[in-house]
């Protein structure tokens, strides 16, 4: 019996161990996962919708913690010297999505890439910038003729519009 006990005690520590490598590697912060864009935490959860913005985003986790609740956003790839600024702006709007549908406002969300995890605060000076972006986006989407806003060549190249872009670099 006491052979039993240990064998069980000891598949504990190792399913306590392995989760704990598993969270770790998926740069999820300590806290009950509430959402999941994957599929290897259980199903996939609907998009968050804002009718008043329509924005629509899929954060890839959302952790619950002491009450609060933070997006995380999983980057494949090394991490940058900072986050780009696409990757801040996409998890600023999932926190905005967040404070919408939950009715709860992120203090921050968190980017992880596959070395490095970035916790950036969720502002309202940068709620604000996404706002004015959202708002620029709409007007462009309008427009007929819209200019590429980028220098990088390798960026252009694996742009999905690269085929029929009369502006591209490469």
């Known amino acids: 019996m ?13 399913f306590f161990w392995q989760s704990n490598r598993q969270q ?12 999941t864009d994957t599929d290897g ?10 009718a008043s913005l329509r924005l629509t985003g899929k954060p890839d986790y959302l952790i619950e913690k002491n009450g609060q609740i933070i997006p995380v956003e ?3 790839g090394r991490a940058p010297e900072a986050p780009y ?9 999932y926190c905005l999505l ?7 406002r992120p203090p921050y969300g968190i980017i992880h890439y596959e070395n490095r995890d970035f916790a950036v ?14 708002a620029d986006m709409r007007e462009d989407d309008a ?6 806003s980028h220098e990088q060549a390798s960026r252009c190249k694996r742009c999905g519009y690269q085929a029929v872009c009369e502006e591209k670099l490469a």
Not at 2 to 14: G, M, N, Q, R
């Open 41 to 50: 935490w259980g199903k996939v959860e609907k998009p968050l919708y804002y």
């Open 98 to 104: 967040v404070e919408k549908t939950y009715k709860k």
């Open 121 to 134: 605060d969720y502002t309202r000076e940068l709620e604000s910038a996404l706002i004015e972006l959202l």
């Open 143 to 148: 427009r007929r003729n819209v200019h590429r």
């Open 74 to 76: 999983v980057k494949s």
């Open 85 to 93: 600024d696409s990757h801040i702006f996409q998890l600023a709007s």
């Open 2 to 14: 006491i052979y039993l006990i240990l064998l069980l005690f000891v598949l504990a520590l190792i």
């Open 24 to 35: 770790k590697a998926a740069g999820l912060p300590g806290g009950r996962v509430i959402y």
